[in-house]
T-cell receptor, first 114, second 112 residues
Framework: GQQLNQSPQSMFIQEGEDVSMNCTSSSIFNTWLWYKQDPGEGPVLLIALYKAGELTSNGRLTAQFGITRKDSFLNISASIPSDVGIYFCAGLSGGAGNNRKLIWGLGTSLAVNP | ETGVTQSPTHLIKTRGQQVTLRCSSQSGHNTVSWYQQALGQGPQFIFQYYREEENGRGNFPPRFSGLQFPNYSSELNVNALELDDSALYLC???????????FGPGTRLTVL
């Protein structure tokens, strides 16, 4: 199935460092979502972006909806051990009314060394 | 507010069998989407249900079918199970007007 290009694939950082990851697409999206998934659990929504250029924060997390509508970025500041997990970007594809679906990246696996 | 719940949490089946997975949507949400997530992959869209009708489908064969009930809960049925069907099956609910999806914990299906 169709998937977004998400990078990096994995990161290993020291506690307290900042983290950046991004997601790109050849298609335009109207909504970008960032999720975090812990092992054996469902993804948890972190940030939703609905407008090109939008910059939204959720605590130490900040995400931006790219101007071209083909990319998005997620930054985590001052990482802590509980930030460990897999981060997914997802774009909501176009289409009329309800005929829209989420297209997902392959995920960025984050490990934090205390 | 009750979140999305799924049952069972784990399931083991053998090839050729049939399975039914269940999902209760978050309170007030009228749309349910099902995803298959293989190990190390992102979720793959199976289909979506809105007002008890299928409303969009991904690239999955007809042996993957579903139902949505008047209370917006949903079932995913898979017939003639294959080894490659082993995965985490995720259900997500949303308000159709918002499209932001909230996920349940998933059902881990193992096909032997």
């Amino acid at each position: 199935g169709q998937q977004l290009n998400q990078s990096p694939q994995s990161m290993f950082i020291q506690e307290g460092e900042d983290v950046s990851m991004n997601c790109t697409s050849s298609s335009i999206f109207n909504t970008w979502l960032w999720y975090k998934q812990d092992p054996g659990e469902g993804p948890v929504l972190l940030i939703a972006l609905y407008k090109a250029g939008e910059l939204t924060s959720n605590g130490r997390l900040t995400a931006q909806f790219g101007i071209t509508r083909k990319d998005s970025f997620l930054n985590i500041s001052a990482s802590i051990p509980s930030d460990v997990g897999i981060y997914f970007c997802a774009g909501l594809s176009g289409g009329a009314g309800n005929n829209r679906k989420l297209i997902w990246g392959l995920g960025t696996s984050l490990a934090v060394n205390p | 507010e009750t979140g999305v719940t799924q049952s069972p949490t784990h399931l083991i089946k053998t090839r050729g069998q049939q399975v039914t997975l269940r999902c209760s949507s978050q309170s007030g949400h009228n749309t349910v989407s099902w995803y298959q997530q293989a190990l190390g992959q992102g979720p793959q869209f199976i289909f979506q249900y809105y007002r008890e009708e299928e409303n969009g489908r991904g690239n999955f064969p007809p042996r993957f079918s579903g139902l949505q009930f008047p209370n917006y809960s949903s079932e995913l049925n898979v017939n003639a199970l294959e080894l490659d069907d082993s995965a985490l099956y995720l259900c997500a609910s949303s308000l159709v007007a918002q499209h932001t999806q909230y996920f349940g914990p998933g059902t881990r299906l193992t096909v032997l």
